[in-house]
């Protein structure tokens, strides 16, 4: 072998051990950063749901909107992610890794759409509204009824007025504890049982109220600013109902404990598989 071609045989065998050094390299740094970016994707999630569960059982407005938003943003954060991990993927043409990314987005996709009703359930804090409405304004309001329904007990000694008026208190205070027990309810036909019970303890308290104003034993404006002490809670009463039947608390509550987590566990048990599938990918020398 002549000089020149020794020396053109060595500077043909350099260029290849290059490229097969560049490609094998090419693959071992691609392999570390798909399993770093499994890795975020898994941190991301997991971040996600805790933000979820927070946003579910927040107490005010603020907060579950404040969680609310974090969790979008780690999804956010994870899509960007698997954009970043489809090409590395793709780039090396392992079928399995391939398949097991694609189970993977499947997955995510479920856990997507479960979390996009969820989210916006979380932040309605409808139950949590109608409480705060009847502790507060329908409180306030039933007790200034109940206030003045024994200021009319106190005017009169008609026997028969008398027990119209305790029979006026009795319902509204039931009608009250009706309307709290409706809060929580889950089933649809236990609401519209309460419902039907509130219905015929207003009822009960109109006839009374009929009998007394009637009778023109009380006075005109007592039982003026005590009928209107009822007019107000009787419309509270009815955002409360109407707020109650929304049900996002409890609905939120059922989806993150059944569906949410059903498609976290997916997720989860897909991004395994895929992590051990790129695992068994090439290594860096040990």
């Not at 109940?146 to 205070?173: E, F, H, I, K």
Request: glycine share 4%; hydrophobic share 45%; net charge negative.
């Amino acid at each position: 072998m002549t000089y020149g071609m020794k020396t053109g045989w060595v500077a043909s065998c350099v260029v290849i051990t290059l490229a097969v050094g560049c490609s094998s390299e090419s693959a071992v740094v691609r392999q570390v950063h798909k399993e770093r970016l499994v890795d975020a994707i898994r941190q991301k999630l997991l971040e996600s749901v805790e933000a979820e569960k927070t946003a579910v059982l927040a107490i005010t407005d603020p907060e579950s909107e404040a969680a609310a938003v974090e969790a979008r943003n780690d999804e956010a954060e994870v899509n960007k992610v698997r954009g970043e991990l489809r090409p590395l993927i793709v780039a090396d043409g392992r079928r399995e890794e391939i398949e097991k990314l694609d189970a993977f987005d499947a997955a995510w996709a479920e856990f997507e759409r479960v979390d996009e009703r969820l989210l916006a359930l979380a932040v309605a804090n409808t139950n949590l509204k109608a409480t705060r409405l009847l502790s507060r304004d329908g409180a306030e309001d039933l007790d200034r009824f109940v206030d003045g329904v024994a200021a009319m007990q106190d005017s009169v000694t008609d026997p028969g007025l008398l027990r119209a008026l305790s029979r006026a208190s009795t319902a509204a205070l039931r009608s009250q504890g009706l309307l709290f027990a409706h809060i929580p309810a889950a089933d649809a036909a236990e609401m519209t049982g309460l419902e039907q019970r509130m219905q015929a303890a207003s009822a009960e308290v109109e006839r009374s109220m009929g009998s007394v104003r009637e009778s023109n034993q009380v006075a005109p404006t007592l039982l003026a600013s005590t009928s209107h002490a009822w007019t107000a809670y009787q419309q509270v009463e009815a955002e409360v109902v109407r707020l109650s039947r929304q049900n996002s608390n409890v609905i939120s509550f059922d989806v993150s404990v059944h569906a949410k987590r059903e498609a976290t566990k997916q997720c989860l048990a897909a991004l395994a598989a895929l992590a051990t599938a790129i695992d068994v990918g090439p290594h860096a020398p040990r």
